[in-house]
């Protein structure tokens, strides 16, 4: 029997990505990363329902295009993958902190776990406002 899956996802958010900088979890209630956490998830959530996305378990491509203005670019592009690819993973790993503030939101997933990721892509585009592209694929396993 074939595999009908879908082994690329792509989706676009307004704004800018989170970014994780620090040693609190972007997934603390009040962080100051929430609203950019929840409104990744959403874009995440609503393109996992429109294409029937199930969860990747093998190697990952993660591509992160960031649109923004012309020398207004906020983060560097090790913080916004490392915020996107944290959001993106299975958060029910995250025991330590409640994650009931996010509601359903909580259950979006694309992958696992980060450790399935075998490529990471980042490239800047001009533009007038901020908003941000994420494609994630499965890569094909070698024999």
Known sequence: ??????????????????????????????????????TLLQAACTAAQRTGWTPLTG????DLTLRCPPGHRTSDASTLLGGVCAVLQDKKRVSSIGLAHLGVLVDVALWSDDRQIRRLSYVEEPAEDFSYRVRVSAVPTMV
């Open 1 to 38: 029997m074939q595999d009908t899956r879908a082994l690329a996802l792509t989706f676009e958010a307004s704004g800018l990505p989170p970014v994780k900088t620090e040693a609190l979890s972007i997934f603390a209630a009040g962080h100051r990363q929430a609203t950019r956490v929840r």
């Open 59 to 62: 190697p990952v491509e993660v």
